[in-house]
């Protein structure tokens, strides 16, 4: 797989229920971003993992919200007792981070989780 | 609020006219860069450019960037029908935070054939 790909593609639930995102990002690439895009709008930035440094989750809406990577590799969003205003469209990226710091590398994008819930 | 804004929020051209969007932004940037999103899923990577460069070209696009004017410019020539799609521009703050993009809304590009 040459793409970053994501799981499932798409999600109905019911409002209350909690979902799995999953994300694989490109391998070798270290840093993986999770956005959520809703309906017209542009992406709202979520968490942010970079090696084994503590990930950045200051873009989580809520504590029902939370986020892992294992092994530096697949990625994982979960949304626990969900609400209808998480509806959305989840996307998750990857980028290739050199010299152990940030970098403004280029993110490639998967095809995102469409979540739907009643 | 958003960092970056696209504009106009919808642009509609025939085939072959160039296609020209525009994004400001409000503070201090690392570097802006523009995506494609076809059909509301994946964001492709376009261009990227840092903040001590003011134009960048990459085959039918060009950007450009006025940091003293918080703006950039994306200009598609010749646009095609596959052109048709959103385009958004995300900036990167300086700093040790300059992983994390802001992205308008997006400006939505049809090419009619």
């Known amino acids: 797989g040459a793409g970053v790909s994501q799981s499932p593609s798409n999600k109905v639930t019911e409002k209350g229920k909690d979902v799995e995102l999953r994300c694989d990002p490109i391998?070798?690439?270290?840093?993986l971003y999770w956005y959520r895009q809703s309906l017209g709008q542009g992406l709202e930035f979520l968490i942010y993992?970079?090696?084994?440094?503590?990930?950045?989750k200051s873009g989580l809406p809520s504590d029902r919200f939370s986020a892992e990577r294992t092994g530096g590799s697949v990625s994982t969003l979960t949304i626990q007792r969900t609400q209808q205003e998480d509806s959305a469209v989840y996307l998750c990226a990857s980028s290739l981070v050199a010299g152990g710091a940030p970098s403004s590398n280029e993110q490639f994008f998967g095809p995102g989780t469409r979540l739907t819930v009643l | 609020s958003q960092q970056g804004e696209e504009d106009p929020q919808a642009l509609s051209i025939q085939e072959g006219e160039n296609a020209t969007m525009n994004c400001s932004y409000k503070?201090?940037?690392?570097?802006l860069q523009w995506y494609r999103q076809n059909s509301g899923r994946g964001l492709v990577h376009l261009i990227l450019?840092?903040?001590?460069?003011r134009e960048k070209h990459s085959g039918r696009l060009r950007v450009t960037l006025d940091t003293s004017k918080k703006s950039s410019s994306l200009l598609i020539t010749a646009s095609r029908a596959a052109d048709t799609a959103s385009y958004f521009c995300?900036?990167?703050?300086?700093?040790?935070?300059?992983?994390?993009?802001?992205f308008g809304k997006g400006t939505l590009l049809t090419v009619n054939p």
């Open positions: 450019i840092r903040s001590n460069e």
């Open positions: 993992f970079q090696g084994n440094s503590a990930p950045d």
């Open positions: 391998s070798g690439h270290t840093a």
């Open positions: 503070t201090s940037i690392n570097n």
């Open positions: 995300a900036t990167a703050l300086p700093g040790g935070s300059n992983y994390k993009l802001t």
